[in-house]
């Protein structure tokens, strides 16, 4: 055995696991979507003091986006995203999905996203004549 596998805990909870492998940025984000209903265990709405184990799945619902994870280790500590992938196992359907939506969202972005900052003079001229045509 490792000395990951000694120190790695039977259980922990939900909104604890979600922060460490960096599904939310904190845990009362994580927190916020449990109680909202966007993280579901096998199916079933729970609350963020909920134990997790290895081997339950979880779908997960941030944004537009849903995975569909199987937890496969616990980790009492956050750390960088290449070793939180490590305690889940994301669902072959998922990440079909997900690369759909983003290849969906390349293909056709969100109209005005490409606008940044205030509106030029050319622009500010536009809007207040079309503003005044009505």
Wanted: aromatic letters at 6%; charged letters at 25%.
């Amino acid at each position: 055995m490792s000395a990951n596998e000694l120190l790695a805990p039977a259980a922990m909870r939900v909104d604890k696991w979600l922060w460490a492998a960096r599904f939310y940025k904190t845990r009362s984000l994580a927190a916020q979507a449990i109680a909202a209903g966007h993280v579901r265990i096998a199916g079933h709405a729970v609350k963020p003091a909920r134990e997790l184990r290895p081997g339950d799945s979880l779908e997960i619902a941030i944004g537009d986006t849903l995975w569909q994870v199987v937890v496969r280790a616990l980790n009492e500590q956050r750390r960088p995203a290449s070793e939180a992938q490590q305690l889940y196992q994301e669902s072959v359907v998922s990440r079909d999905r997900r690369a759909a939506q983003q290849e969906a969202r390349r293909l056709a972005p969100v109209p005005g996203s490409q606008l940044r900052g205030r509106p030029t003079k050319k622009a500010r001229r536009l809007i207040r004549g079309f503003n005044e045509g009505l």
